[in-house]
C-alpha cells in the first residue's frame, strides 16, 4: 500500500478546463499538487485554466497524452474528460462511446506506457438509471443494480469496468466517483458551468429568473413522492473538488478500484428547488407543470457512508442555498458572459 504525497507532485486533469475540472485544479493547488491540465477546448475554456500548466489535446490521441504525461512527470491523473449530456447520447451514442469509452482506452494504454499507476474517473449515479431510485426507495449505496437508461449511463459504466480490469491485470489503482446531481459555482465567483443552453434545473431556473432563458417546464408532478415532482441529491462542486483531492490522497492497494457515490445524502423535489430559488432570487421564477421527461428516475439521493469511511469526505458546502445562490452570483457575473458559449 502506498500514499502520494503533494509536495507539488504533478497530477494530469483530462478536461481540466470545463465545469467541475476548473473547480478541482483550485483545489488541488491548494492541497499543494502541481495541476497539468490536459484538455481538447470543445467544451473547456482556455480562461478557466487558471491554476496549473496547460496543454491543448484529446485524451484519444494516445501520443498526446504520453508526451503530456513524460513531460510533466506526472503521478496521477483525474479523468474528467467526457460528453455528458443524456440527451445527446441518445441521439448520438456513437459519439459518447468515441469520447468516453474510447478515450479513456487511450489514456489508460497511455498510463501504462509511462507507468502511472493511479487514477481517479469521474463517474455519474447515471451508472445506476431508473431502478436504483424506485418511487418508495431511500438512498441507495454502490451495490444497487445498475441498468442505465441512457448511451450516457452505459458508457460510464462500461469505463468503470475497463478501469476496474485494467487495475487488475496492471497493479494500477483507482476510484470512480459517482457524482450525482452536480451543481453550483465556485464560491469566490472564479469558476462555474458555461454553457448558456444548460439543460439542467437550477441554471434553467436562474436564467428563467433573470430573464435570459424561456420559462421553464417542470417535467411531471404526478411521481410518487410527497409532492408528485421528482427527488435529486444536489452537490456542489467545491464537494466535488474536494472528493478529488481525497481520493488522490487515499492509501493506494495495486490492482484495487473502488466505486464510491459522492452525494449527500438528502434528496430535494423540484418544488424545494424552486422554493429555494424564490428566496434567494427575491421572486418566483415562472414554471408550467409539464409531462414527465423519459429516463428521468423519481428518486436519485446517494448513500454517501462508503465515501465517509474510505476518505473522510464529507459534504460541506452542498446546501440548496449556497448552491443556487452561487450559481445565481455565476450566471450574473461578467466573466459568466464573457466566456459563455452560445447554444449549440
Ligand atoms: N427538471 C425540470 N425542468 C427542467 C429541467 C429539469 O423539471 O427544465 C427536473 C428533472 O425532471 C429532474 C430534476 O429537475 O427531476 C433535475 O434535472 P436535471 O436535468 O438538473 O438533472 P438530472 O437529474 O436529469 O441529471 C442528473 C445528472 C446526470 C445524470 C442523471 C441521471 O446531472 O449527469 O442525473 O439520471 F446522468
Known sequence: ?????????????????????????????????????????????????RWGEFVQGDVRDVDAVREALKRYEVVAVLHLAGLKSVGL????????????VAGTGSLLSAMRDCCVNRLVLSSSAAVYGVSAGGAADGPFDEDAPKSPSSPYGHTKLATEW??????????????????????????????????????HLIPRLID??????????????????????????????GDLARAHVAALSAPAIPGAFEALNVGTGVGHSVFDVIDVAERVL???????????????????????????????????????????????????????????????
Not at 18 to 41: H, K, S
Open 162 to 199: 475497463m478501469i476496474s480490469a485494467h487495475c487488475q491485470a496492471f497493479g494500477a489503482s483507482a476510484i470512480a466517483l459517482r457524482f450525482f446531481n452536480a451543481a453550483g459555482a465556485d464560491a469566490d465567483g472564479l469558476t462555474g458551468d458555461i454553457r448558456r443552453d444548460n439543460t
Open 282 to 344: 427575491g421572486r418566483r421564477p415562472d414554471f408550467t407543470i409539464g409531462p414527465r421527461r423519459p429516463g428521468d428516475p423519481p428518486r436519485l439521493v446517494a448513500d454517501a457512508s462508503r465515501i465517509r469511511g474510505a476518505l473522510g469526505w464529507a459534504p460541506k458546502e452542498s446546501t440548496l442555498d449556497m448552491i443556487v445562490e452561487t450559481e445565481f452570483n455565476w450566471r450574473r457575473s461578467e466573466m459568466f458572459r464573457r466566456l459563455a458559449l452560445p447554444p449549440r
Open 89 to 100: 447520447s441518445v441521439a448520438r451514442p456513437d459519439l459518447y462511446y468515441d469520447h468516453n
Open 208 to 237: 428563467a429568473a433573470l430573464g435570459q432563458g424561456e420559462p421553464i417546464t417542470l417535467f411531471g408532478d404526478d411521481y410518487d413522492t410527497p409532492d408528485g415532482s421528482c427527488i435529486r441529491d444536489y452537490i456542489h462542486i
Open 1 to 49: 500500500m502506498s500514499k502520494l504525497a503533494p509536495a507539488g507532485a504533478a497530477v494530469m486533469l483530462t478536461g481540466g478546463a470545463g465545469y467541475i475540472g476548473a473547480q478541482t485544479a483550485r483545489a488541488l493547488e491548494m492541497a499543494g499538487w502541481r495541476p497539468v491540465i490536459f484538455d481538447n477546448l470543445s467544451f473547456g475554456r482556455r480562461e478557466m485554466v
